[in-house]
T-cell receptor, first 115, second 115 residues
């Protein structure tokens, strides 16, 4: 069964600290992996997208890594800000001709940054 | 939100009523999706459409219906057969099949509450 597991479920950190969110997946055939940020009551916004051959990708203070062999990804947030408080969702895409539901979502990690 | 408009932002429905949620896009994307999000849960796929006049059931299609008469529009009707419709509904679009770096864009969501 195609699944995406995220950990931790929730996380509280102090402003200015770094943190790392984890994503493990059992999805095949794999096309790409995406990290989204979702503010409360709003739609998710894309942070990074990585294909099978990419190991790391950065977007400002956000850095995502991908290990396609172990089927693990992480999202590292550097020097956290209060505005980073949100849910972070890991999404894995299947190849279109696989006949399966194309996007597989994790349940997200709820990050709270406090002053 | 990138050119995806969901309306209304908030919707109240009496039990036994059908209601329709609107999703319009000006991104010229082929694929459109409807997701349901409940607290503590990942996004669950209701319906998706890869091309005009064609759509497929997702994982939780019962009690919902859709149409795709125009490329720009993918309305979702929540029927009285949906026993627990209170949730946050998200519409998403993608350019279409092919291209490993394609990503999904989300609307801002509609919060539906049964009163």
């Amino acid at each position: 069964k195609n699944q995406v597991e995220q950990s931790p479920q929730s996380l509280i950190i102090l402003e200015g600290k770094n943190c790392t969110l984890q994503c493990n997946y059992t999805v095949s055939p794999f096309s790409n992996l995406r990290w989204y940020k979702q503010d409360t009551g709003r739609g998710p916004v894309s942070l990074t997208i990585m294909t099978f051959s990419e190991n790391t990708k950065s977007n400002g203070r956000y850095t995502a890594t991908l290990d396609a062999d172990t089927k693990q990804s992480s999202l590292h947030i550097t020097a956290s800000q209060l505005s980073d408080s949100a849910s972070y969702i890991c999404v894995v895409t299947l190849f279109r001709n696989s006949g399966n539901t194309p996007l597989v979502f994790g349940k997200g990690t709820r990050l709270s940054v406090i002053a | 939100d990138g050119g995806i408009t969901q309306s209304p932002k908030y919707l109240f429905r009496k039990e036994g009523q059908n209601v329709t949620l609107s999703c319009e896009q000006n991104l010229n994307h082929d694929a459109m999706y409807w997701y349901r999000q409940d607290p503590g849960q990942g996004l669950r796929l209701i319906y998706y459409s890869q091309i005009v006049n064609d759509f497929q059931k997702g994982d939780i299609a019962e009690g919902y219906s859709v149409s795709r008469e125009k490329k720009e529009s993918f309305p979702l009707t929540v029927t009285s057969a949906q026993k627990n419709p209170t949730a946050f509904y998200l519409c998403a679009t993608e350019p279409g099949p092919g291209g490993v770096n394609t990503e999904a864009f989300f609307g801002q969501g509609t919060r539906l509450t049964v009163v």
